[in-house]
């Protein structure tokens, strides 16, 4: 069993910053790419950021130069650097990770973190 978990969320005012944090724990043999995507109230969930096993980096286009995604030495975390935050960054977080264990391959979510961001 594998389990995300991603802390680090909150109430922060327009131009603040947060930074988001994701630990994949259980039965893992490798992860490969860890991404955070976004939901907002009445909207679909979009990706932020992604960030390969080999440290390769994409964004959206509405966080580039603001949000930096980077992994932990140990792989199995990842972290989102959230600065000039504005209040349509605000939404429910969530971290994904494709994940290598004993049974084979999966894709797993975490549970989501809140940032509001006040204007």
């Known amino acids: 069993q594998v389990q995300l978990v991603e802390s680090g969320g909150g109430l922060v005012q327009a131009g603040g910053s947060l930074r988001l944090s994701c630990a994949a724990s259980g039965r893992i043999f490798s992860i490969n790419a860890m991404v955070w995507y976004r939901q907002a109230p009445g909207k679909q969930r979009e990706l932020v950021a992604t960030?390969?096993?080999?440290?390769?980096?994409n964004y959206a286009d509405s966080v580039k130069g603001r949000f930096t995604i980077s992994r932990g030495n140990a792989k199995n975390t990842v972290y989102l650097q959230m600065n000039s935050l504005k209040f349509e960054d605000t939404a429910v977080y969530f971290c994904n990770a494709e994940v290598w264990g004993p049974v084979g391959n999966g894709i797993y979510w975490g549970q989501g973190t809140q940032v509001t961001v006040s204007s």
């Open positions: 960030i390969t096993s080999g440290g390769s980096t």
